[in-house]
């Protein structure tokens, strides 16, 4: 599941739950919308499979 931080933007994907953000350790997140979802499978596929994504980055 690919989760948004609302505090620092920050998009990330987890197998599962998750609780807080792994770059700014808020609770403040969220479940990607899907346009956030094609956003961030783009970024990866463009940076490589094993960076999460600064929303805007």
């Known amino acids: 599941m690919v989760y948004v931080c609302e505090s620092c933007r920050f998009?990330?994907?987890r197998t599962g739950a998750a609780d807080?953000?792994?770059d700014c350790g808020k609770l403040n997140i969220r479940e990607a919308s899907r346009e956030e979802?094609?956003?961030y499978q783009k970024t990866r596929a463009?940076?490589?499979k094993g960076d999460d994504v600064k929303?805007?980055?």
Request: glycine share 14%; aromatic share 6%; hydrophobic share 35%.
């Open 11 to 13: 998009v990330f994907e």
């Open 20 to 22: 807080d953000c792994p």
């Open 37 to 39: 979802r094609d956003a």
């Open 46 to 48: 463009e940076r490589g």
């Open 55 to 57: 929303a805007g980055a």
